[in-house]
């Protein structure tokens, strides 16, 4: 197939202008032959043979593009949007469950507290893909508009375990308690929150066990919505002036204290 022109590299250039002079211009008309017109040498010598041989193959690739385009090439970026579209709908159609669970519409995000299904699975997954990088904020960039980050149940028993070595150990992340710590989060509660309350009963000596009863706090009790808001508001803090504080009350009625 005839062509009108091709692309001349420096390459070519470089590696022909060392060759002698006298089969430079040979080497320059058999390469334009191949290149415009298809023609391969069948008389060439071998210094004129062995730089055809090594530019051949990059002709050839132009050649391969330039038939390509000429049937079609690239598609334009109305056509590649369109198919992106399709494909999207396809996908969503697929995915059906996700709007029936609050994943992908934004209004019933709210409901459960996920920005997407892979947040989702990542919460039900406790031992897989931590998430450690949560604002202390409670968002990215400190917008009070934006959602949350969600954390998962994981990251908070870590938590537990490293600010609250004095209490009993978690041995298993039970669906319960990821509905508890997930119940906590969606009433406003941050990875912050979870830490400063694990630290505050730490430093309780009431919470710790130091009442007439001997009864010690654990994870379960710190998780009720009744019993986290009271340990932040330092309640059971030693200097907090009360009968928690001091040690001497000791009612526990299996709920809240």
């Known amino acids: ?13 470089e590696a022909i202008r060392r060759q002698p002079k006298k089969v430079q211009a040979d080497i320059y008309n058999t390469i334009a032959d191949y290149a415009l017109n298809g023609t391969e040498p069948t008389q060439a010598s071998d210094a004129v043979l ?3 041989l090594l530019i051949k193959p990059q002709i050839d690739a132009n050649n391969h593009r330039y038939t390509a385009g000429k049937k079609g090439g690239r598609p334009s970026k109305t056509d590649s949007n369109k198919k992106e579209e399709k494909t999207k709908t396809v996908d969503s159609e697929k995915e059906g469950k996700t709007e029936t669970y609050g994943f992908e519409k934004e209004e019933k995000t709210e409901t459960y ?3 997407n299904r892979a947040e989702k699975d990542a919460f039900e997954k406790p031992n897989e893909n931590i998430n450690e990088n949560v604002n202390e904020n409670g968002n990215e960039n400190g917008n009070e508009n934006e959602k949350p980050k969600t954390i998962t ?6 938590a537990y ?10 041995k298993v992340i039970s669906d319960k308690r990821k509905k508890a710590i997930h119940a906590r989060f969606n009433s406003g509660y ?3 929150d979870f830490e400063q309350a694990f630290t505050k009963a730490e430093r309780s000596r009431f919470l710790r ?20 808001p009271k340990v932040l508001e330092g309640k ?4 907090s002036g009360t009968d928690y504080g001091r040690g001497e009350e000791g009612r526990y009625d299996g709920t809240v204290l």
């Open 190 to 192: 941050t990875l912050t």
């Open 236 to 239: 059971y803090d030693d200097d």
């Open 50 to 52: 062995s730089i055809f």
């Open 153 to 158: 149940a994981s990251t908070v028993v870590a």
């Open 1 to 13: 197939m005839e062509r009108d022109s091709f692309v001349f590299y420096r390459s070519f250039y």
């Open 161 to 170: 375990h490293r600010l609250c070595p004095s209490f009993p150990a978690v």
């Open 209 to 228: 066990g130091g009442n007439k009863n001997n009864w010690q706090a654990d994870f379960d009790w710190l998780m009720k919505d009744g019993n986290l």
């Open 113 to 115: 507290g996920f920005e």
